[in-house]
């Protein structure tokens, strides 16, 4: 009976040893690219790539893209060239390996920006991986559509005397942390940038938030009477569809 078990043993080992020598590594390149704007990397705390089998959903790799933004005049100025790569060794990805004996029809997600988290989004794609075909270069580059916004004034749940004036001030940026300025770029006139101020049995109110000499703030003052407030700061661009938006909530008596 022991030697029984004991040549039972060794067959397991010698089909667990024989499945880990014809399994492959495969390198899969994944991107998570601004709608409108450059590569989400390490300075806005990258995005959190997340590998799955589809089939099982095992987490296959996971990590963080990390790199610069990239080149704007590849990525966004220059004309679009078939198989012309728009990143660099440099410019942010996340490089999975992945351990495959067999063709795995995977799942792939990019949530970020991770330092942002109330602009955070999740894009993702499926695909087909053959073991030992490697998917590097640009790779797999996922779209992600927004603007970031800081609501900077007044702060949550700030306590504000009635008549007073309050200013709005925020702080708004391309996913990939570009900035939106006057003129620039990412040109603030070609974007509606507002905010809503609510409060309970009150007519909510709408006013424009106006570029100042910093870069990527905007700000506007008023007046309110007595009551509890939610502040809204929103941006959004007719052309592309991006939206993003960040809130408070403050008292005035």
Same mark, same amino acid.
């Given at each position: 009976?022991?030697?029984?078990?004991?040549?039972?043993?060794?067959?397991?080992?010698?089909?667990?040893?024989?499945?880990?020598?014809?399994?492959?590594?495969?390198?899969?390149?994944?991107?998570?690219?601004?709608?409108?704007?450059?590569?989400?990397?390490?300075?806005?705390?990258?995005?959190?790539?997340?590998?799955?089998? $589809?089939?099982?959903?095992?987490? %296959?790799?996971?990590?963080?893209? /990390?790199? =610069? #933004? *990239? +080149?704007?005049? &590849?990525?966004?100025?220059?004309?679009?060239?078939?198989?012309?790569?728009?990143?660099?060794?440099?410019?942010?990805?996340?490089?999975?390996?992945?351990?495959?004996?067999?063709?795995?029809?995977?799942?792939?997600?990019?949530?970020?920006?991770?330092?942002?988290?109330?602009?955070? $989004?999740?894009?993702?794609?499926? %695909?087909?991986?053959?073991?030992? /075909?490697? =998917? #590097? *270069? +640009?790779?797999? &580059?996922?779209?992600?559509?927004?603007?970031?916004?800081?609501?900077?004034?007044?702060?949550?749940?700030?306590?504000?005397?009635?008549?007073?004036?309050?200013?709005?001030?925020?702080?708004?940026?391309?996913?990939?942390?570009?900035?939106?300025?006057?003129?620039?770029?990412?040109?603030?006139?070609?974007?509606?940038?507002?905010?809503?101020?609510?409060?309970?049995?009150?007519?909510?109110?709408?006013?424009?938030?106006?570029?100042?000499?910093?870069?990527?703030?905007?700000?506007?003052?008023?007046?309110?009477?007595?009551?509890?407030?939610?502040?809204?700061?929103?941006?959004?661009?007719?052309?592309?569809?991006?939206?993003?938006?960040?809130?408070?909530?403050?008292?005035?008596?």
């Amino acid at each position: 009976m022991k030697r029984k078990s004991q040549l039972i043993l060794a067959i397991f080992l010698l089909l667990f040893s024989a499945g880990n020598l014809f399994a492959q590594e495969t390198k899969i390149m994944v991107r998570a690219l601004a709608n409108d704007a450059k590569f989400i990397g390490t300075s806005m705390g990258g995005a959190r790539i997340i590998i799955r089998d $589809v089939e099982t959903g095992r987490i %296959l790799d996971e990590g963080l893209t /990390k790199g =610069i #933004t *990239g +080149d704007t005049e &590849v990525i966004l100025l220059s004309p679009m060239q078939r198989y012309k790569e728009i990143t660099s060794e440099k410019t942010a990805g996340y490089e999975a390996s992945l351990k495959l004996d067999k063709p795995t029809f995977v799942s792939i997600e990019a949530h970020g920006p991770m330092s942002k988290k109330q602009a955070k $989004v999740m894009s993702s794609t499926q %695909l087909w991986v053959i073991p030992g /075909k490697d =998917i #590097t *270069g +640009d790779g797999i &580059v996922l779209d992600i559509p927004g603007f970031v916004v800081d609501v900077l004034s007044p702060q949550t749940h700030e306590t504000i005397s009635a008549g007073t004036e309050i200013e709005i001030k925020a702080n708004i940026v391309m996913m990939c942390g570009c900035p939106v300025t006057k003129a620039g770029t990412w040109d603030a006139s070609g974007y509606e940038i507002k905010a809503l101020i609510s409060s309970e049995g009150k007519e909510q109110k709408e006013i424009s938030l106006n570029p100042t000499d910093k870069a990527s703030t905007f700000s506007e003052t008023l007046q309110l009477e007595e009551g509890d407030y939610e502040i809204e700061a929103y941006a959004y661009d007719p052309k592309t569809g991006n939206t993003g938006l960040d809130k408070v909530n403050i008292i005035v008596k």
